[in-house]
């Protein structure tokens, strides 16, 4: 009730957590009435949809060429933050772009770039050919030390 008296009142407006303790503090206080403000006004539904967007325009989407045959273009995603299973918490997903066919190889938590070369050289160049295309979607720190590797 208090919430849609200071924050949610169209004549209030919907302030950031600075102005809301100031509206909130002229006629209530409690303990803890700041972290109760700093959780509420970010979750609030209707700030979220009417905040201005304050980064750059999103740039034009640029397909992928469609791959012309079997593991020449593959794509490596992980999935992270699983249970523990062997000592290994993270699966490394292989997928030949082309066939869809993919291969799943666990990994540690504390793999590194060189790890993850290492088994892509063991578990997937190995049994195939040497893809002329790799679509990774990760930072630019892992990918710089992946290619290093």
């Given at each position: 009730m208090i919430a849609k008296g200071c924050l949610n009142s169209k004549v209030a407006g919907h302030f950031e957590p600075g102005n809301t303790m100031e509206l909130v503090t002229r006629n209530f206080h409690w303990e803890k009435l700041s972290e109760w403000i700093n959780d509420y006004v970010p979750s609030c539904d209707e700030c979220q949809h009417n905040k201005s967007p304050r980064h750059a325009k999103y740039g034009i989407l640029q397909p992928l060429e469609v791959p012309f045959g079997e593991w020449t273009t593959i794509s490596v995603d992980f999935i992270t933050q699983l249970p523990e299973s062997q000592g290994q918490t993270q699966i490394r997903v292989?997928?030949?772009?082309?066939?869809?066919m993919a291969n799943f190889i666990g990994l540690a938590t504390n793999t590194t770039a060189k790890d993850v070369v290492d088994t892509l050289l063991k578990e997937v160049w190995k049994l195939r050919e040497l893809p002329s295309e790799i679509v990774l979607d990760m930072d630019a720190k892992f990918s710089g030390e992946f290619w290093e590797s």
């Open positions: 292989v997928l030949d772009r082309f066939t869809k």
